[in-house]
């Protein structure tokens, strides 16, 4: 076992979490920006992935020492296998930009429509973020964007804490609505973002119907994973099987938009003189899929009724992005207001996965999504958020992890 690793099997079970979330977002970011640089981030991640999994693998077949150890040790394996499965899924993702496969620029322009994107800056001598810690930035809530990870030459920060401080050289990633990007560049005294093109130039001409109808069905692939994810990590952090039975009928979906995704690409391929550059499309649309089957198949112990191993519910609950059920309080500040005018995520850092009304949940609720009381809540995001986020939905702070 490296020494640069964890030692015991929570925390690499939360750096392997933190390590394939991140590993995800990058590999979207690779695309979104044309980068063989996120790329590259990507490929290192993927190596310390897999040296993690190998020693969660070998600790955890230590660590049974019973049948019913065997039983809850099964349950951590199969996440820990899923983990790997998904960091591969990214792997595949930000292979599309290095091997060239082709991401038309209708898919680009659409990508800052997904909720959430990955930014990446390194910090410059004498900036606003050189010699300043991490809380003193206080970054999720002047930006919207929340720090998820540090690299300083080769050595990672997956859990950014509020002393650490940032020095010059130093690359930082965050994770939040488009808006924040430009913020981010100037305190770290870096040019703002100029969007290189879209791979291979774009046919000439109108806009392609079944082309525009691929676009919107990946981005929302896109979305439906990400949730997924959330939903599945969600369901082993609080053994809910109501979660558990939303992430197999997300999974459900998905198979049904994979198939309608390859349909439209297909048909648009005829209205092309080069009909390869379509090819990254339909990656995209294979390893979506795959995120979301890793999803499915983690649940599978609490959708049974099996009893979900406490370093697993552990390790979940203390990644750097938390996840917590709320219910907005009648008369509460967001009661009656839509998510778009309490702007969650530049004023709290956090994010509305999904929302419970009526025994009946609606992912990724949009901008106009009106809030009522009584509604259950599933929010994500950077722990500072906790706070401002309890006074908006009307719950005292030490009551939002019950």
Known sequence: MREDRPRNLKEMLVEAKNTSELMVDLAYAAIFYNSEDFSEEVFRLEERLNGLVFDMRTLATLAARSPADSEQMAGILQ????????????YDIAKIVVKKLGIPSELLEDLPEAEEVTSRVRVNAESRMDGRSVGDLDLPIESGMRPIAVRSDAEWNFDPEPEDVLRAGDVIFLQGPSEGIADIRELAGAPPLALGPAGE??????????????VDLLIEMKNLSEVAVGLAYSALLYQDAGLAREVVAIEDEMDNM?????????LAARHMEDPARLRGMLHLAIASEAITDCAQEMVWIVEKGEEVHPVLSVAVGESDEVVLKLTVSPQAPADGRSLGSLSLETETGMYALAVNRGGRWTYRPRASYVLQGGDSVLASGAPEGLEPLSELFGQELEDLGE
């Open 258 to 266: 994979r198939y309608r995704t390859e349909r439209w690409v297909l």
């Open 79 to 90: 996440v820990v296998e899923d983990i790997e499965k998904i960091g591969n899924a990214a």
């Open 201 to 214: 130039p774009g046919e000439a001409g109108s806009q392609i119907s079944e082309l525009e109808r691929a």
